[in-house]
């Protein structure tokens, strides 16, 4: 199976006041369709950096090396020098952030935002625009859709947020998914049912996702491959089993060591 997205010696750096800031150190990995790859590791390892790298939504003052390689089609493209990323954001590679208030518009009502989102990349007429996105809510579980369609974004609870923030990154069918510790906001259950939507996301469309996490736990439940990410360098990629069962990196081994462990008396 050929990767659907490709990121080969990655360097990023940053520029502040006359002082250069190594944010990556030239790191590689891939992402198959069908996957979700973890990306794991402290905060200030890299990770987010990692994913706005791909999307290209890096300050003016980054300096970005290397090659991000997505199969568009039948071959790949550079995104680091493709010019018309807006063809792809949204469209064939979305972004799931750890805060949905900050994504969603407290002005825009939900269905509204959806439609927004279906408009920028598909010429359709709006009525069909809506019927897509009744069926997107109904996809990510969303109680009454048509209902929900109507509200703003305070109307919902954090979990609903967070829902509808996954509908508009998967309402255009896109390859790749790019999670950025998406249910660090939210209460254990809810949490365990957005993490079950992407393995349900995984399944059912095929989508390669790139899930950010310092949290093991949810690596546990969700990963397929596991990378391991320290101060900006990659120390260990395995699939998910040997991570826990066998893990070669001194760091992987304290990530695993600082789990918390809950002794029954």
Known sequence: MEPVLKVENLKVSFTLEEQTIQALKGISFHVNSGEIVALVGESGSGKSVTCYSILKLLPKYAHIEGKILFRLENSYVDLLSFKKM???????????????????????????????????????????????AVEVMKKVKIPEPERRFYQYPHELSGGLKQRVAIAIAIVN??????????????????STQILNLFLELKRDLNIGILLITHDLGIVAEVADRVIVLYKGEIVEEADVFQIFDNPSHPYTKKLLSSRPVLKLD
């Open 86 to 132: 807006q063809k792809i954001r949204g469209n064939y590679i979305s972004m799931v952030f750890q805060e949905p208030s900050a994504v969603l518009n407290p002005l825009l009502r939900i269905g509204e935002q959806i439609v927004e989102t279906i408009l920028a990349h598909k010429d359709i007429s709006l009525e069909k625009a809506k019927k897509i």
């Open 173 to 190: 069918n896109p390859k790749v998914l790019l999670a950025d510790e998406p249910t660090t906001a939210l209460d254990v259950t809810v």
